[in-house]
């Protein structure tokens, strides 16, 4: 199972969720993909098998994904900063892939019913969701 990472800005998120999958030593391969040099650095850093950068990287690779991880706003055109090209958000969002993916408050995008949590908690609920899903 392929389990594609993407994350931009400085790989915050995306460095957090490796490193929390690589913990639960669950039985796929992690592919990690940067908007950005910076962000790509942070996972490899945090122990992607493989990793990439740009736009890509990101339409290629979500293509091939049988999960996608990262933060809400990469279905969004021009989030996180503009780093989120229209053409990114979508081949994501065309994906056929499962997207798990974390309702950050900073793209201005807002889930109604949805109490903020702190990526910590959000984190971990993520990769039990990925567990539930590689295990099913």
């Known amino acids: ?53 740009g736009e890509n990287a990101v339409i290629f690779n979500a293509g091939r994904a049988d999960i996608i991880m990262g933060p809400l706003g990469l279905l969004s055109a021009n989030a ?3 780093e989120v090209t229209p ?7 065309a994906s056929s892939a499962v ?3 974390l ?11 949805y109490r903020s949590r702190s990526l910590a908690v959000q984190v971990k609920e993520a990769v039990e969701d990925l567990r539930t899903l590689v295990e099913a």
Do not use: F, H, W, Y
């Open 1 to 53: 199972m392929q389990v594609l990472i993407i994350d931009g800005q400085g790989g915050g998120i995306g460095k957090t969720l490796v490193e929390q999958i690589k913990a639960a030593k669950l039985n796929i391969t992690l592919m990690g993909v940067g908007t950005n040099a910076v962000a790509t650095s942070a996972l490899i850093k945090a122990g992607a098998d493989a990793c990439a950068t």
């Open 87 to 93: 053409a990114m958000a979508a081949a994501i969002s």
């Open 80 to 82: 996180l900063m503009g």
């Open 99 to 101: 997207k798990l993916l």
């Open 103 to 113: 309702p950050t408050q900073r793209c201005n995008i807002r889930i109604s019913g």
